[in-house]
């Protein structure tokens, strides 16, 4: 499946006459892969001549699944701690709202966010923007939600996160040095504290994002949810 890797490795056998846990990945006529460990080195005759190469390919695809299993749990881990870190010291909701939408962003490489989070103003439930990352516009929708309104107010409703492909060019644009562009993928995560949706996370990407992203936004709502509730009662007591 690499056949320009595999002919580098050949060559640097006879460069350097050998080549040490050289990583190359066999594809098989069934389609199976597997990861393999090349090890080479070449035979001289006495006057220096290569007369043969002795190789050898060990099979490391468990070793490099359990590899990828110890990086994506890494990744998942510092993805927590930056999160935490930021979201640390934040004394009004505002403030907060923007650094946690920013992060996420940031680290999903995500291309547009927004953060809305619940108000009960005058008996009313809605859930209003309070953090965008990279946000311009939404074509004719405001920036505040009932329950049931749009994704966002589906996502309250249901509790369940939502991925919407293929978003329509004029639901929602990203700006940038380079003008604006429409991300084809939207995740759309409800923020729960003791049952109840307290804020709601948008994220638009370019591609689709893949199940250890996702999985991730979901986990940090559980973080994002204990330190919003705690914000919630500070204001409520001032």
Same mark, same amino acid.
């Given at each position: 499946t690499e056949p320009g890797k595999a002919r580098d490795g050949y060559l640097q056998v006879f460069e350097k006459g050998f080549v040490k846990d050289y990583p190359l990945t066999i594809q098989h006529r069934n389609g199976g892969l597997t990861h393999v460990s090349y090890n080479a080195s070449v035979f001289k005759d006495i006057e220096g001549k290569v007369t043969g190469v002795f190789a050898a390919a060990r099979d490391i695809t468990e070793i490099k699944k359990a590899q990828d299993i110890t990086n994506l749990q890494n990744?998942?881990?510092?993805?927590?701690?930056?999160?935490?870190?930021?979201? @640390?010291?934040?004394?009004?909701i505002t403030s907060f709202a923007s650094v946690v939408i920013t992060e996420a962003c940031k680290y999903l490489d995500a291309k547009i966010g927004a953060l809305y989070i619940l108000s009960k103003e005058n008996g009313s439930v809605e859930y209003l923007l309070s953090g965008s990352y @990279?946000?311009?516009?939404?074509?004719?929708?405001?920036?505040?939600?009932?329950?049931?309104?749009?994704?966002?107010?589906?996502?309250?409703?249901?509790?369940?996160?939502?991925?919407?492909?293929?978003?329509?060019?004029?639901y929602i644009r990203i700006t940038s040095g380079l003008g604006e562009t429409i991300p084809r993928f939207i995740c759309i995560t409800p923020v729960i504290h003791e049952n109840?949706?307290?804020?709601?996370?948008?994220?638009?990407?370019?591609?689709?994002?893949?199940?250890?992203? +996702?999985?991730? +936004?979901?986990?940090?709502?559980?973080?994002? @949810?204990?330190?919003? @509730?705690?914000?919630?009662?500070r204001e409520d007591l001032d």
């Open positions: 990744w998942l881990k510092t993805g927590y701690a930056r999160l935490s870190n930021v979201m @640390a010291g934040n004394t009004d @990279a946000y311009t516009k939404r074509k004719n929708l405001s920036n505040k939600f009932k329950p049931g309104e749009s994704l966002v107010g589906q996502a309250v409703l249901e509790k369940q996160q939502i991925l919407l492909k293929n978003v329509p060019e004029d109840e949706v307290t804020a709601v996370l948008e994220i638009g990407t370019l591609e689709e994002m893949t199940d250890i992203k +996702l999985a991730f +936004l979901k986990e940090c709502t559980v973080s994002i @949810a204990i330190t919003l @509730a705690t914000l919630m009662s």
